[in-house]
């Protein structure tokens, strides 16, 4: 099925993540497109084999580089975020570390604006062995500008960001970085495809852990990297195929179930997230709350510019914030269960609070599809241990 060129940008992603690319008549008329389970595909002649493997990256040879089910999924990932070519991975990380490792050359400086995800960062202080080196800075092109080095090869950006939900200016980045030939990504995980679209800001690249509101169902990890094919092919070659951090076609079928429901999750988790904000507002024992719907200043201006749409990760400080407290506050939490990752059904609460630290700390949560109410509900009873 092919796109229909004038629908709105929701319609248009709609029909991605539904019906698009998908070519029915060739899976015997199943609904639901096959899981193609092979590690290999075979060839009726030598001379047909020696013809594809001229062109190993076009066609289906072997699983660890092209696959159906895997290129569906990246035919759709590719659409939603506008660009011209997705690659998807084992992780988010495999994604990351595909990144880099085929974009940096020894010598090379990544400068990194607003907290980047903990393993990303990781990475980077990982590749200062082979001579990359790394530097973090805030999310304004001026803060950008100052920080940006002669050896600056590439600014990795996270907006939102994913403990803070930070935002960084992307049109301001994208055109300063242009200027002075430095290549730019962004990990796009908070916002999805759907509510932010960073190609179009011109950024280079945009990244996602397929494991949070894509899978959305906590029951699958994955990644993807979406951009001009002159880009993403060097990372298939190099990055996917040498590291080898595939895909399963497995996965790559439960992120396209994912996909259909996308939209209409999206739209709950917004409507969740909100209600639950407003009620955050007014609790005393709350000392900062922290969400792009909230932003003020510059960084409303390009929450306003960038993001069509709100995701249910927030976090937020209380009054005295020891661990017994936060530990309390989590610990009385029933709806809410207490977990790493997000963008599931379900709602998590956690804090990287240790007993022995003192100063500001965060409690995040990642609101899923439950009731609100019944959420509401939970929250308020937590909030009677910190009065
Ligand atoms: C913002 C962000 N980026 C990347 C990742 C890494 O993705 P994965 O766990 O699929 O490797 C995560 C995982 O939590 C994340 O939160």
């Known amino acids: 099925m092919t796109l229909t060129d004038n629908a709105s940008d929701a319609a248009r992603d709609s029909e991605i993540c539904t019906h698009a690319f998908e070519e029915h008549e060739r899976y015997e008329g199943a609904i639901a497109p096959p899981i193609y389970q092979t590690s290999l595909f075979t060839f009726p002649t030598l001379e047909r084999f020696t013809e594809v493997m001229r062109d190993e990256r076009s066609h289906f040879v072997y699983s660890r580089g092209l696959n159906p089910t895997v290129k569906l999924l990246e035919d ?70 100052t920080a940006l080095r002669d ?91 040498l590291l080898g951090a595939a895909l399963s076609p497995h996965s790559a079928f439960l992120a396209l ?17 909100l209600e639950v904000i407003r009620y955050l507002a007014t609790q005393p024992s709350v000392a900062g709350l922290h969400h792009p719907c909230l932003a003020t200043g510059e960084p409303a201006a390009w929450a306003e510019r960038q993001l069509s749409g709100h995701a249910g990760l927030l976090s937020f400080e209380i009054v005295d914030p020891s661990y017994v407290r936060i530990a309390g506050f989590i610990d009385t939490l029933r709806v809410f269960r207490i977990g790493v990752s997000w963008g599931g059904y379900e709602s998590l609460a956690i804090s990287q ?26 929250l308020e009873r937590a909030f009677r241990t910190l009065q």
């Open 257 to 273: 179930r994912g996909l259909r429901t996308l939209p209409i999750r999206m739209r709950q988790h917004q409507a969740n997230v």
């Open 76 to 145: 759709k990932l590719a659409a939603l975020e506008r660009g011209e070519m997705a690659k998807a991975f084992a992780s988010g990380m495999g994604a990351i570390s595909a990144t880099m490792m085929t974009l940096l050359d020894q010598g090379d400086h990544v400068l990194l604006v607003n907290q980047a995800y903990g393993p990303t960062r990781q990475l980077l202080e990982q590749m200062a062995r082979f001579g990359v080196s790394f530097s973090e800075t805030g999310g304004s092109r001026g803060e950008v500008e």
């Open 353 to 378: 609070r240790q007993p022995d630290d003192t100063g500001p700390a965060l409690i995040r949560l990642a609101i899923g599809l439950e009731d609100v109410q019944s959420l509401l509900d939970d």
């Open 151 to 241: 050896d600056t090869r590439l600014i990795y950006i996270e907006s939102p960001s994913s403990m803070r939900m930070a935002l960084a200016d992307l049109d301001g980045i994208a055109e300063l970085a242009r200027s002075r030939g430095v290549l730019t990504a962004i990990d796009n995980t908070w916002a999805t495809p759907l509510y932010q679209k960073p190609l179009t800001h011109g950024i280079d690249l945009t990244l996602h852990t397929l494991s949070k509101y894509i899978g959305g169902h906590s029951d699958l990890v994955g990644g993807v990297v979406v951009g001009r094919r002159e880009l993403v092919a060097p990372i298939f070659e190099h990055g996917h195929q």
